[in-house]
């Protein structure tokens, strides 16, 4: 009963002290933070411990919560704060541009794949995980509010107007970052990638052994193709707004990546919450 409770609900019981109301709040929402950490941080583990610091900064905070916007965008808010205010050698190992990918690209020499009887998961799943960790790389090489603007309105499929209340900007503004970040990866991809455009050289199956060596990739520890749950695509809206004269090919590869489940991490939000002594209500 309580999983079909609206999240204002769900919110208002939490408030007045139920536990089990908050945990249904962290356990519907926290795949979501964590899956916009992960392609705002890059690194895993960076983007494990922001979303316990997300969580734990929204549910000592719930009480502020009007419901004037919906409850998602609340917490996205927060998240984005949180993302775009600390520090950046804790978000990324550090800042990198798109002339930067490339030549790491071009650095990777083209390799046969290894040996399936060497890999501790199947060569397919190998593939996969080279593929999603360049792409996700590639998000790394747009500013921080670019990038939100991309994952909000691209990816996580929200609206102009729901993504400029979530980023605390103007629509026009939204619209703006979204327009320059889909630019700026189009062109890189269309000119790199040979996902985007089969004329280009680079191939994830031609790199991954390289990915490996370099570090970038490890099949023992994956980053990008663990604890999936769905596509993003399956679970987030399609919105086909603006840009619709620009080949979309290299968004719907992000559309396509796989959503996530990541840590769960209700236990730890309710012992942290009881032992600091937060009383809600």
């Excluded at 079909?4 to 356990?27: N, T, Y």
């Excluded at 979303?51 to 000592?60: N, S």
């Excluded at 808010?77 to 050698?89: E, G, P, Q």
Aim: proline fraction near 4%.
């Amino acid at each position: 009963m309580i999983d079909s409770q609206s999240d204002d609900d769900l919110v208002a019981r939490a408030i007045a002290g139920g536990m089990d109301e908050l945990d249904a709040l962290v356990r519907r929402h926290q795949s979501w933070v964590f899956n916009l950490a992960l392609r705002m941080c890059w690194r895993r583990e960076v983007a494990e411990d922001a979303t316990q610091e997300i969580l734990i900064k929204a549910v000592t905070r719930l009480n502020t919560f009007s419901g004037k916007s919906a409850f998602r965008t609340w917490l996205y808010r927060v998240a984005i704060n949180h993302l775009l205010n600390v520090r950046k050698s804790e978000m990324e190992q550090k800042a990198i541009t798109f002339a930067d990918m490339a030549a790491s690209l071009d650095n990777v020499p083209d390799q046969d794949l290894p040996d399936p009887k060497t890999l501790p998961v199947e060569t397919a799943l190998f593939v996969e995980e080279a593929k999603l960790g360049c792409i996700t790389a590639m998000l790394m090489c747009l500013d921080r509010r670019q990038r939100l603007a991309f994952i909000l309105g691209e990816i996580f499929g929200e609206t102009s107007e729901a993504g400029a209340e979530t980023m605390e900007v103007s629509s026009a503004s939204f619209r703006q970052l979204l327009f320059r970040a889909r630019r700026d990866l189009y062109q890189f991809m269309n000119n790199k990638c040979g996902l985007v455009n089969p004329s280009n050289p680079c191939r994830c199956a031609r790199k991954a052994a390289g990915f490996m060596r370099k570090g970038w990739l490890d099949p023992n520890n994956r980053q990008f193709s663990k604890d999936r749950v769905a596509s993003i695509r399956d679970l987030a809206p399609d919105r086909l707004e603006e840009l619709q004269d620009l080949d979309r090919k290299h968004a719907e590869l992000y559309r396509r990546q796989p959503f996530l489940a990541g840590p769960d991490l209700t236990n730890r939000l309710r012992e942290i919450v009881l032992q600091s002594g937060f009383a809600q209500g």
